[in-house]
């Protein structure tokens, strides 16, 4: 689905940042499809279609919810008509694919790398704390 977005803007430490970072399989696309209809507890791929600058297209289940947010088009899981409605709109408004690509990268941000060993090493010293009793 070559839609025409030409330039992404890309925020530094992601993989549309660093030409060897780039997967040579999501270059050639304006737009990332995630048709899953079973529960998925982060994914992954989302995130990594996000830090490319793609439009992602996803099924409207909890988890997926949380990671992609506002920076996707969600769609009803197991409903044909849902998915192509999103398709059709998406494919069809350049505006907001370039809206979505924006989004997209400042969505990906959240789960880069020195994000989260940020918050997990503020986790770990939090729970590892030792407790001191009041007295």
Partial sequence: MGVGLGERPAPSGLPADHDD???PG?????????TTRGPEAFGLVLIEAQAHG???????LSGVREVVGSAGVAYTPGDPRSLAVALDQLGRDVHR???LSTAALHNARRFDIITTG???RELTLRVTKPHTPKS
């Fill in 21 to 23: 970072r780039k997967d």
């Fill in 26 to 34: 999501l270059l050639n696309f304006d737009a990332f499809v995630f």
């Fill in 54 to 60: 793609l439009a992602v297209v996803y099924s409207d």
């Fill in 97 to 99: 694919r370039k809206a």
């Fill in 118 to 120: 940020r918050q997990l």
